[in-house]
């Protein structure tokens, strides 16, 4: 087992009743592909959240091997974890800056923060003196979002500090957009109008701008460097249009009960749904702990040979009831498997199911299935 990841262990051990596949060659053509899309811009990764749940130890190795050599998490503790995994050419940011008192660790291991207000600033700076040496940094601008970066109002104040200052050597400026989803959202043009105005304001710097939905805003929003996170995953980067991505997670779930059950019977917690006629019925070895949403309770579905079976009754912590009249009597016994994620069934079929987005459901898929990477 020597050199192993527990995530590696865990997918040796039998006994799970779910079984999450992650496909990371897939996961390597997405990469490749908006590589080929923004350049010659660059392609970084956002394998923030644990890569969205599916195992950053895994997954920025594997898109390194594929030449990515930028990586952006959310946290710094994140930065930590992932920086002995890549080799000392994998720049790694992270895009919530650094909390007081973190400085000094984030110059020893050679991890970039992004910096996101003039404190920031100055705290980096003073961690640049301390280190006695130039320490690299991103600056971030708010450009509409509200979130994380510099406002506008103090660009100015952060375009003197940055002239004034040997000790930090800037990469680049990014900023974040809000909307870049939907194509038709006039917050995209108006903060490409900021980012512009950003970048007449630091004119020595390159420009990181686009996430995933942005690489397909066209050129003006790619800036030296693109940022996607979910496309890499296989979520859809543009809503409401077909999705160019591969798929790179499916899911599987094994039946741990059938019965059938008469007119009036009740299914699941509070009896929400009763039956009408004869019924068949599986419950199947999944449940909000695993990350389906207590909101597919009598919302949703799985698949069995192609056909939907919907889900009866409320989701539970640890199982799902689900119809399976649909299908042949004896096509479900115990064991027998049921697609929660796949051919038939998309991250955003289900995120639509549960009223969510395909982030939130990726993020939650839980740590009880057994991972098999590809
Ligand atoms: C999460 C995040 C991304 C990636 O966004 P996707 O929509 O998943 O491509 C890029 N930049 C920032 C600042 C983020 O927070």
Known sequence: MDGMTSRDISAEIDGASGYLTIDLAALARNYARLAGDVAPAGAAAVVKADAYGLGADRVAPRLYAEG???????QFVEALRLRPLLA??????????????????CARHGIVPVINSLEQWRRWA?????????????????TGMSRLGVPPEEREALAALVKAEAGIAVLFVMSHLASADDTESAQNA????????????FPQFDLCFANSGGIFLGQPYHGVLARPGIALYGGAPVSGRANPMEPVVSLDVAVVQT???QAGARVGYSG????????????IAVGY???LPRSLSGRGAVYCDGIRLPIVGRVSMDSITIDISALPQGRLTLGS??????????????ARDAGTISYEILIGLGNRYQRIYR
């Open 68 to 74: 990515c050599r930028h990586f952006f998490v959310a």
């Open 88 to 105: 000392g050419d994998a720049r790694i940011f992270v895009l919530n800056g650094l909390l007081p008192g973190n400085e000094s660790a």
């Open 126 to 142: 003073d961690a640049a003196k301390a280190a006695g040496r130039i320490l690299p940094a991103v600056l971030q601008f708010d």
């Open 190 to 201: 108006s903060q490409l109008a900021e980012m512009q105005a950003v970048a007449a304001a």
């Open 259 to 261: 019965r059938t059950v």
């Open 272 to 283: 929400t749904h009763v039956v009408t006629g004869e019924t068949r019925l599986a419950t």
């Open 289 to 291: 702990a695993d990350g």
């Open 337 to 350: 498997r049921v697609e929660l994620l796949g051919p038939n069934q998309t991250l955003e079929d289900v």
